[in-house]
């Protein structure tokens, strides 16, 4: 885990999106992935599709990844802080960062369960083992910032941010 935060690289609107949590009643794990989800697509995330009309290819299986992610880190901040403030998704070249806010300063800490079977507590292994880099930064006037670093999959690096990625 990284403590500090890497500065941002420039970015247009487009490439960016926040989803405001803080105080939405319902199911904040499902409404982070749906709106991720969409995100995703308008980035060309999702946009090779087999023939039988599932998502196909690396960026898919990326993008289920960043799905997970998301659903694990919004559920932290549900369990564990009282709720997340906010989701932000940040689309680069290289890849894509994802930030949950929430209102408790706890930084979480990567521990090794003694016993991998029992359920539960599994969470920021899978975090550890999906991302390129991830961290935690405490944010002025209280709580903190879980941030998390994913790779862009080839076909999408490779295309113009923005714009859907052509199966070669």
Not at 24 to 52: E, N
Not at 87 to 93: D, N, Q, V
């Amino acid at each position: 885990m990284n403590t500090g935060r890497q500065p941002e690289q420039s970015r247009q609107p487009e490439q960016s999106r926040r989803l405001m949590l803080a105080g939405v009643d319902g199911d904040v794990v499902t409404r982070s992935r749906d709106f991720t989800r969409r995100a995703l697509a308008d980035w060309g995330w999702l946009a090779v599709v087999a023939a039988d009309g599932r998502a196909d290819g690396e960026a898919a299986m990326v993008a289920e990844d960043v799905l997970l992610l998301v659903s694990e880190v919004v559920a932290n901040a549900c369990l564990h802080a009282g709720g997340p403030g906010s989701l932000l998704l940040l689309s680069t070249e290289s890849g894509l960062r994802i930030e949950v806010t929430d209102g408790s300063p706890t930084l979480p800490v990567l521990r090794r369960r003694a016993d991998p079977a029992r359920p539960g507590g599994h969470g920021l292994l899978i975090v550890d083992r999906l991302t390129r880099n991830w961290g935690a930064d405490p944010v002025l006037g209280g709580g903190k910032c879980v941030w998390l670093d994913v790779d862009a999959p080839v076909e999408v690096s490779r295309s113009e941010p923005g714009r859907p990625a052509s199966r070669p």
